[in-house]
């Protein structure tokens, strides 16, 4: 987000606001004189009773004593990053043994102009001198070592803080120089009952805080498909590219302790529409200026991309955002998962209806539909307190940063407490009413005559938010968490959670459509690209009455947004239907005649409507092509630090040959964002390509790869190595 600058905030503050954690040029004078001493007075140095001057002369920050306690061993950095509210250790060697008049503090400091008042300067005393919030003794003092415990306290600024340590002089206070490789990364704390982002199970500790790759669910709800993402969260660059981010938003220093504007920072920074944050969106298809969304494998790439020029990578769809963000948050040290909704809502008007528009003769009226459904959705959920809000909304809370609507006046959403969407109450920070929408909207279908008059004929209120997924702790199998966003369709529970966000000012749907006794139900087999799409249109008559019917099949290619990308076939048929019995009718959909109007589309939607005399039904599906798999494999013995071998193989079954075909891969941990270009890869084709790594990091550990190109987008494939950890 932009800001003011300094210049035209002079007559604002005293002194212009510190936005910059990474650079600055203010330096912290290594000889400060107390208040009212006069400079002629000054001296540098004095003599203690003793008759040697006390001088610090090393700084030891104890990382292999700290990393572990902190979880923060996984972190490729040469500096120390411990989390708030937990003690870390750190040693100082002075030229002489403490005496017990010896006067010294040890000082953090960040960003420019650092004032104790607010947070951005500690100084942690030792002895009789009153002490900061930050909390400090001395362990063990053994000749002229020192060792200190100092715990920050658990409302501290996140960031990158200096480190000096500071003796008293007589005349004022005498630091020690400057020392880039003492400089401290401080961190929320998810094991910190006192921090905001506390979160009691160690097991989810583990997977929100620290699994460094995940799983992105896509497709549609009756064909959900896994997309592995390596988040990277301790990757070489990444934290130093989230402090970067904060930089460039110019969020204040002194805020930066505060979760709840933080994340809320973060969503408006992912996304470029206002602010010239992190990535750009696109969903046009056409992607010459940048990479298509498809073809990332993870957020590693895009956000050192964006901390080396500062200019917003191209390009992100919804998932894109969703796992940067999860990197960005989990980097930080807050508790955070990507969330998919099924048949996610997006209307325009802000209420709890979809309206989607049919003409006199059953055909979609494309023209006149403003609202959409998503296939699918993706956002984040962090686990944070919220002590803006009442008790009983802490936990986990919905930040989305694909730009959608404005909050605030920056395109972003959340934190939205998930238990005030369940219960309706809307009228809570941040954006409650725009998330319940896009899980709770009644789907309503109007027809529409030749003079615009329009009829609801149907309404659906169990179409939008069927699904909510995310990925299981400890696993890689879906979490159903629908029930921690809705109670089940129809209970008292739910008709007074309607009602609540009702009275709260969310328009719902009250049309009065009786139960009719037709109804048509679409099935569509599972089908890989390339091949003829089978489906099943059966009409059920549960009256006592024969039913003649007019029947329309609308095939579509559609964007996951919904919106219709091709239309490209069109079959009116005729069925008559016995009373008290079903009709079923069979068609088959030739791969030739959707094929060649995919583009970067998998989604193909079939609407059937029917009219009998004044009864007219619909269904819709949605059918998500499935892609071949990559086969990744590996050769050599997996151990830490020894070179190892990776091996990507395709093989082009299809019977058109695939062009410009870009194949990724990475895995955190084990190997950096790599990539290899094929012009074209004939039908039938055999593609191979090996690449070595050396393994950082230990533990269970994925390599995902990923091809793209025009014919055919996300293919991918992935294999899983267990480094075994270290002997102790």
Sequence with gaps: ????????????????????????????????????????????????????????????????????????????????????????????????????????????????????????????????????????????????????????????????????????????????????????????????PDDHVFLPNEAERQEYVLNDEGVIYQGSSSSVVDRPWTFGQFERGILDACIFVLDASQMPIYDRGNVVKLVRVGSAMMNSQDDNGVMVGNWSNDYSMGKPPTSWTGSTKILLQYANTGVPVCFAQCW??????????????????????????????????????????????????????????????????????????????????????????????????????????????????FVFAEVNSDVVFLKRDKYGNLTPFRVDKTYVGEKILTKAVGSQQQNNITNTYKYPEGSAEDEATMARAEGFGCERDHSDVPEDDLSVTVIVEPCVIGQDVQLVVTFKNQGKVLRNVTAHLDCDIIFYTGVVASHFKDITFDVTVLPYQSYSVPFKIPAYEYQTQLSSQTCLRFIVSGQSDNLHVLDLKVLELQTPDLKVTLNGEPLLNQEMGVKVEFTNNFSFALRGVNLSLEGAGLIGPKSKYYREIPPQATITWQET????????????????????????????????????
């Design 1 to 192: 987000m932009t800001g003011p600058t300094a210049e035209t905030q002079k007559g604002r503050y005293a002194k212009p606001l510190p936005t910059s954690n990474l650079s600055y040029s203010d330096v912290v004078p290594e000889f400060e004189p107390f208040e009212g001493v006069a400079e002629s007075e000054v001296t540098p140095r004095a003599f203690a009773p003793g008759g040697v001057l006390l001088e610090a002369l090393k700084i030891n920050m104890c990382q292999d004593v700290n990393k572990p306690k902190h979880y923060t061993t996984d972190y490729y950095m040469q500096n120390l990053v411990v989390r708030r509210g937990q003690e870390f250790v750190m040693q100082v060697t002075f030229n002489r043994p403490l005496a017990p008049e010896d006067d010294f503090h040890i000082e953090f400091t960040i960003g420019s102009d650092p004032s104790p008042n607010k947070g951005s300067l500690v100084m942690v005393t030792f002895g009789n001198r009153g002490s900061s919030s930050w909390s400090g003794r001395i362990l063990q003092s053994q000749g002229t070592s020192v060792m200190f415990g100092i715990t920050p306290d658990a409302t501290a600024i996140v960031g990158k803080f200096q480190v000096y340590v500071a003796i008293s002089t007589g005349m004022g206070m005498q630091r020690t120089k400057r020392d880039p490789t003492t400089d401290l990364y401080l961190l929320f704390n998810a094991w910190c």
């Design 320 to 433: 894109v955002y969703a796992g940067v963000f999860n990197t960005f948050l989990r980097c930080l040290g807050i508790p955070a998962r990507v969330i998919t909704n099924y048949n996610s809502a997006h209307d325009n008007t802000g209420n709890l209806k979809t309206d989607l528009l049919f003409n006199a003769d059953g055909t979609p009226d494309r023209r006149n539909t403003r609202d959409s459904i998503w296939n699918y959705h993706c956002w984040n959920e962090v686990m944070i307190k919220r002590p803006d809000l009442p008790p009983g909304l802490e936990g986990w809370q919905v930040v989305d940063s694909t730009p959608q609507e404005t909050s605030d006046g920056f395109f972003r959403c959340g934190p939205a407490p998930v238990i005030a969407i369940k219960e309706g109450h809307v009228c809570y920070p941040f954006d409650c009413g």
């Design 693 to 728: 790594f050396i393994p950082w990091l230990p533990g269970l550990r994925r390599i995902t790869a990923l091809m793209d190109c025009q014919e055919v987008r996300q293919v991918s494939g992935f294999v899983e190595v267990n480094i075994p950890y270290p002997a102790k």
